[in-house]
């Protein structure tokens, strides 16, 4: 009888194990794309993506390894975040701190719903001279943390 239960909570202590592995090297978290707001360099909208099963709540977004002037999750019920997007005035897009909204999975955002659901989800920087920026992330409790190098002249 010890063996077998020894066993069995070896087995779970190995599938919990790959599992962790599994999220680790396959994060859930992605950028799409990033662009300057129209006219201020110093502020860049981050367009992020939820590849995984459930929300993701984030946690802190570092600049340069540091905290920037200002940071906002932008909720989007119609269309991407590209250069053109109209940022100020659009009944489309909702300002949130960072903290206070999930992030939605990519596939249970519903594209018929446009104009009444979450569509597309960014965050939006403010700092002089952005070149790196770290994400940290919670996805099923476990931290995770997304960097990514932005080029000049984006």
Same mark, same amino acid.
Request: proline share 6%.
């Given at each position: 009888?010890? &063996? %077998? ?15 962790? %592995?599994?999220? &680790? ?23 992020? @993506?939820? &590849? ?18 200002? =940071? *906002? ?8 975040? @590209?250069?053109? =997007?109209?940022?100020?005035?659009? *009944? !489309?897009?909702?300002? !949130? ?22 569509? !597309? ?11 790196? %920026? =770290?994400?940290?992330? *919670? ?9 990514? *190098? ?5």
């Amino acid at each position: 009888m010890k &063996k %077998i239960l020894f066993i069995l909570v070896l087995s779970v202590l190995v599938v919990g194990a790959v599992f962790m %592995i599994y999220l &680790k090297s396959n994060p859930p978290l992605a950028i799409e794309s990033y662009t300057s707001k129209q006219g201020n360099e110093a502020v860049k909208i981050i367009a992020l @993506e939820n &590849k995984g099963l459930r929300d993701i709540k984030l946690t802190q977004l570092l600049v340069n390894d540091q905290l920037p002037e200002s =940071t *906002e999750l932008v909720i989007s019920k119609s269309e991407p975040f @590209e250069a053109e =997007t109209k940022l100020e005035g659009n *009944e !489309h897009l909702s300002f !949130h701190k960072l903290s206070q909204r999930t992030i939605l999975p990519r596939q249970y955002i519903d594209p018929q719903a446009i104009g009444k659901e979450p569509q !597309h989800y960014a965050v939006q920087v403010q700092a002089p001279d952005i070149r790196k %920026i =770290t994400i940290q992330y *919670e996805y099923l409790k476990i931290p995770f943390t997304l960097t990514a *190098e932005l080029q000049a002249n984006k």
